[in-house]
């Protein structure tokens, strides 16, 4: 098997690493994490919403549709509810005078964004084998040597460094953190990134 780590691509832009830091503490003193129901290894912080609808981030939402293989006859069966990216440009107000309107500023500047989330993967857990609509772009905030994505069957360890990758999450893959802490990434859905 050819592996191809071309599924993770290191873009030309990159953050305050402290300040990304800084900006997840002052937000978690406004916001817990919230996930699907019975789903309790996932959490997410939606950075904008559909403007004007505050449940629009809200329940399943959070997550959005992705299509898995749950067993082994490797029938492929879809998930959760379909969203319209483009809709979700409002940076939620609470969030204003953190680092993270900067970055969200000059990631739209750069790329055609969907739901911005800070996301959640807690120690010892994995996400399932999925695929979903489009890319994403991922700025790692807190992460350790055990925080592994996987493409296609192949693994890559994202550094917390400020560093903004867009993986192709249209292909099969999962997250999983080994570590002993909690795996903290901003995530963007990126809805004009082509990978070649």
Known sequence: MDLNFNDFQKQDVKFDINELQKAYKEILKIKNFSGVEGVSNFGAISLTQIPGDPDS???????????????????????????????????????????????YDTLSSKYKLGRVRILLKKPRSTLSWHRDPEPRLHIPIITNPGAIMVVDHVAKHMPAD?????????????????GEEDRIHLVACVLDYKFN
Request: charged share 30%; hydrophobic share 25%; glycine share 8%.
């Open 57 to 103: 981030i809200k329940g399943n939402k959070s997550r959005g549709v992705f299509w898995t293989k749950p067993d082994q006859s490797g029938k492929e069966v879809v998930r959760d509810e379909k969203i319209n990216e483009n809709s979700y440009s409002e940076f939620i107000d609470e969030y204003k005078n953190t680092y993270f309107k900067e970055v």
């Open 162 to 178: 400020g560093s903004v990758w867009i993986t192709n999450n249209t292909k099969y893959h999962n997250a999983f953190n080994g």
